[in-house]
């Protein structure tokens, strides 16, 4: 059985990459990860046992729905999991927690467009009426989930099986991810997630979300944050300096965070194939 993981920025899977990476010093094993052609925009990977394949797929929809595309259609996985970070919604989420998405939700527009109304199909009070915005939500694949969630307990990994919510735009005021969480009943946000279950759905093949929290729902992320470019890697190291030297304390706290959320997936996935759940690491 072969596993693909997708996550929309290298910072995500770095660990994992650099816990296969290979040293001069030591032997080549079949754990080691090598870069693959990938679409424009995206970068994809592959252990040499050909196990598991890894594709960043860039932040937001269309980077998303794009990489999505190539990857079932040239790797073709028995199963995908959806890696990445997310902020929290709920005061019950530290960083470095795990979110298991039991269901996702989306929902489209900016922050302005948003209300609660939007997770009903029709708008009661209006006689109804169709409402303006759209709303839609995918279930997790429930094997999958039972798996996972059977191996973090094992190992004793904090973590919380719960709704995610998939927005347009980054949510970075800590206001808005606790009327988030309040509002439409989830515990993380993010940009990607729902497009990743919703193409991996479309071909019929099982899907599974986790988001470790890269920040609390009474934290705000600095502005630096939502000015880094959508792509899986490159062009951040300039600004991240920048911005770093005028707000040192900011920049620590967020980079430390960012270690502790890229720490907890890689403990996950250390869980995970040391354990052989999705039979990785073995040949058909």
């Known amino acids: 059985m072969s596993l693909a993981l997708v996550a929309s920025r290298r910072e995500e899977l770095a660990t994992v990459l650099s816990r296969g990476a290979w040293r ?3 032997q080549r094993s079949e754990g080691v990860w090598r870069q693959r052609r990938a679409p424009e925009g995206a970068l994809a990977y592959q252990r040499r046992d050909h196990s598991v394949s890894m594709i960043l797929t860039g932040a937001g929809r269309a980077q998303t729905e794009k990489a999505m595309a190539w990857l079932l259609e040239t790797e073709r996985p028995d ?19 795990l979110v298991l998405a039991t269901r996702l939700n989306h929902i489209e527009g900016s922050p302005f467009d948003w209300d609660p109304e ?20 995918i279930l997790a694949d429930a094997k999958m989930l039972d798996i996972v969630r059977g191996a973090v307990e094992i190992n004793g990994i904090d973590f919380m099986p719960s709704p995610t919510l998939t927005v347009n735009s980054l949510v970075r005021t800590s206001g808005l991810s606790e009327w988030l969480g309040e509002t439409y009943g989830v515990s993380a946000v993010d940009r990607e997630s729902y497009w990743v279950a919703a193409a991996a759905g479309r071909a019929g093949v099982p899907c599974l979300s986790v988001r470790a929290i890269v920040y609390g729902v009474d934290e705000t992320l600095p502005g630096i944050a939502s000015r880094l470019p959508d792509t899986p890697s490159g ?37 995970l194939t040391n354990s052989d759940i999705f039979n990785v690491g073995k040949n058909p």
């Open 235 to 271: 062009g951040r190291l300039g600004p991240i300096f920048k911005y770093g030297v005028r707000h040192p304390r900011k920049m620590w706290r967020y980079m430390r965070a960012v270690r502790s959320a890229r720490n907890a997936v890689a403990t996950l996935m250390t869980v």
């Open 118 to 137: 939007s997770l009903n199909p029709t708008d009661l009070q209006s006689g109804g009426s169709q409402l303006d915005v759209t709303h839609e939500e």
């Open 79 to 97: 199963s995908i999991l959806s890696l990445g970070f997310a902020g929290a919604c709920t005061p019950n989420l530290d960083i470095g927690d």
């Open 24 to 26: 001069p010093w030591r």
